[in-house]
């Protein structure tokens, strides 16, 4: 059966926080245009085995200071050992909202607090192979994948996006508000996560999760 879920935003972000993850790394070189960035990571997903990723994210910055709008195209495709495709998931988000770009979160992976993170938020589409199946999600659990039966459906979609990895080590909201503890820097460089919100079923029953590629920065474009 096809499921259709819509969440809060801040139900999402309690699982996000929780159960982030790896994170693939590298360094890009970020520019800002007058009027926003396009955004482009693609390759191997450093969580899961055989799973190769594209990103795409275009954010717009409204003139007239209007909340800025994120337009996201992800494509996730795991394959087996013999480079046969066995799962993939397709997802789109249109006039996403850039709720912020300074959001930080515990990563339980690095064990770090990364910080200047942008976020966003949206109901978008997204579709998968009509298979159950299962991997390990985020080095945490074993899960078993959205399952749409090859149709497109309306799921809240979510995007963390971190241009800088810049992280602490110690919780920053025990800091008074505008200040950080000491500040360090991933020295691979920025990260994309692009993520559809659904429930899962997990060896402790079912979890609503973002499920979704975690890719390379590769390119940018200024406009």
Not at 193 to 222: C, D, H, N, Q, R
């Amino acid at each position: 059966m096809v499921m259709k879920k819509k969440i809060k935003v801040t139900k999402a972000l309690i699982a996000v926080s929780f159960l982030i993850g790896i994170i693939a790394l590298v360094t890009p070189v970020i520019a800002y245009g007058a009027n926003g960035i396009l955004i482009i990571g693609k390759g191997d997903d450093m969580d899961l085995a055989e799973t190769t990723n594209f990103i795409i994210a275009k954010i717009d910055f409204d003139k007239d200071g209007g909340i800025p709008r994120a337009h996201v195209i992800f494509h996730s495709k795991i394959c087996d050992e013999s480079g046969e495709k066995v799962y993939a998931m397709k997802g789109m988000l249109k006039d996403g909202l850039l709720l912020t770009t300074d959001h930080y979160f515990y990563c339980p992976i690095f064990n770090v607090w990364f910080i200047n993170v942008w976020w966003v938020m949206g109901e978008g589409m997204v579709k998968t192979t009509d298979t159950d199946f299962e991997v390990f999600f985020r080095n945490s659990l074993p899960i078993t994948m959205p399952n749409t039966e090859g149709k497109y459906v309306s799921a809240p979609i979510l995007m963390f996006l971190s241009l800088t990895a810049e992280y602490c080590l110690e919780d920053p909201g025990t800091y008074p508000p505008g200040t950080y503890p000491p500040v360090f820097i991933m020295p691979e460089g920025g990260w994309i996560l692009a993520a559809v919100i659904w429930e899962v079923e997990t060896p402790i029953g079912p979890m609503e999760l973002p499920v979704g590629p975690i890719s390379y920065l590769t390119k940018y474009v200024e406009y």
